[in-house]
């Protein structure tokens, strides 16, 4: 069973230009959550999301941010006109469908440079 | 506490030493407190889900409490070894949405 996925593992942009990150949960979850590690800071909630519904978004930045978890495919978490201040590890956990107390299990990261 | 906090920052001791370290958490709408361990350059790696007041767990020479009513819960590692170095993380799960609210770590090296 191959556990929760990210791709890229390191992405580099510009500024103003776009970032897609995508996510794979491990086989049999449905749950999709996103947290980000600024430098030298610990890891940020950012969204939680079911298959084709967004559950709790309190943790994402209001403007340029978006996530998404189609009904087929991966997540996405779309970083639109990033800024210097986007460079951080993202990562993605992933859990089952059966309640909120349960173990995430967490992909490699996405490790995001804007130059 | 509005937070969650863990203590220390950062941990050196010798191989076979024993060791604890402290995570304190909000104790208002408590519903789970999760422990990670963290080794550079790989993923957080799920310890412990803990959801009871007095709960225990262990896992081979690692092992958790939790005091939902203080807010707080420690990880003990006993006989400590080259490998268990790493940071440990832990979460609190404050809301029935699954979000988990990361403390800084604490990063523990062990010197054989």
Known sequence: ?115 | ILNVEQSPQSLHVQEGDSTNFTCSFPSSNFYALHWYRWETAKSPEALFVMTLNGDEKKKGRISATLNTKEGYSYLYIKGSQPEDSATYLCASGSSNTGKLIFGQGTTLQVKP
């Open chain 1, 1 to 115: 069973n191959a556990g929760v996925m990210q791709n890229p593992r390191h992405l580099v942009r510009r500024r103003g230009q776009e970032a897609r990150l995508r996510c794979s949960p491990m086989k049999g979850h449905s749950h999709v959550y996103w947290y980000r590690q600024l430098p030298e800071e610990g890891l940020k909630f950012m969204v939680y999301l079911q298959k084709e519904n967004i559950i709790d978004e309190s943790g994402m930045p209001k403007e340029r941010f978006s996530a998404e978890f189609p009904k087929e495919g991966p997540s996405i978490l779309r970083i639109q006109q990033v800024v210097r201040g986007d460079s951080a590890a993202y990562f993605c956990a992933s859990s089952p469908p059966w309640g909120n107390q349960v173990e995430q299990f967490f992909g490699p990261g996405t490790r995001l440079t804007v130059l």
